[in-house]
């Protein structure tokens, strides 16, 4: 999700990762939803392809969270900018966690993608001033996962959440993007193109994309559904 400032310049390529991670994010629930309702069969444990999509989702809004962080606060913290979209970020992972738990309170979400967010930002933001050592804690925390599927334990209910991202290791994605944007990675420029443009608007609308896209979603294939079975 996006974190930014009014009086920092944006640049287009972190909208466009993030635009990029939301369109991505549509086409996997419009696909879950699909299965959900029976009108496709996808194994989203088992496929490589399925299991991997979501977490590359994840990898790009947490890049863009890191870059972001570091852009906003450096050279200078900017704490009321920063905790005003933090607890917007809380609040809206709060109305998710309740309203799953009523909706589906087998697989209710206490902690997935903006929950994740939040969490990793403030373990974070203390050091988007020393890149060096958050490539370092990016190593730290994603080689183990990468190369021997381990990581840190987090929080963890006994029942399956519809959306699980712990803050470890994801967090270390986060330190790899104020990396990142320490190389001037955010600066890299594509083609001034229509659909990089689409993205980019997505992007700088990221949060509220996420917060009514599965809702729309679902509502249209339960209808669809209830239509073609009527």
Excluded at 26 to 42: C, E, P, Q, T
Excluded at 151 to 168: G, N, Q, R, V
Excluded at 175 to 180: E, P
Excluded at 208 to 229: A, D
Aim: glycine share 4%; net charge positive.
């Amino acid at each position: 999700m996006e974190i930014s400032s009014n009086d920092k310049p944006r640049y287009p390529l972190l909208d466009q990762i993030r635009g990029f991670a939301v369109l991505l994010m549509i086409i996997f629930h419009f696909s879950y939803d699909l299965a959900v309702f029976g009108h496709v069969n996808i194994q989203f444990q088992k496929d490589p392809f399925w299991w991997g999509f979501p977490r590359l989702i994840v990898f790009l809004f947490m890049i863009a969270v890191g870059m972001s962080l570091r852009l906003v606060h450096v050279p200078n913290y900017r704490w009321k900018p920063f905790f005003k979209r933090w607890l917007k970020l809380v609040v809206f992972a709060l109305i998710i966690s309740i309203s799953t738990y009523f909706a589906f309170p087998d697989r209710w979400i206490y902690f997935g993608t903006l929950h994740s967010i939040a969490v990793c930002s403030l373990m974070a933001i203390p050091f988007v001033r020393y890149p060096k050592i958050s490539g370092l804690l990016a190593l730290i925390f994603l080689v183990p996962v990468v190369f021997f599927k381990w990581s840190l334990p987090w929080i963890e209910l006994p029942h399956k959440s519809m959306d699980y991202i712990p803050a470890f290791p994801w967090v270390g994605v986060v330190f790899l993007g104020i990396y990142l944007h320490s190389v001037n990675f955010h600066k890299f420029l594509l083609p001034d193109i229509k659909p990089l443009q689409g993205l980019a608007w997505m992007g700088k609308h990221s949060l509220f994309i996420y917060m009514l896209h599965q809702p729309i979603l679902y509502g249209l294939v339960m209808v669809v559904t209830k239509l073609l079975q009527s």
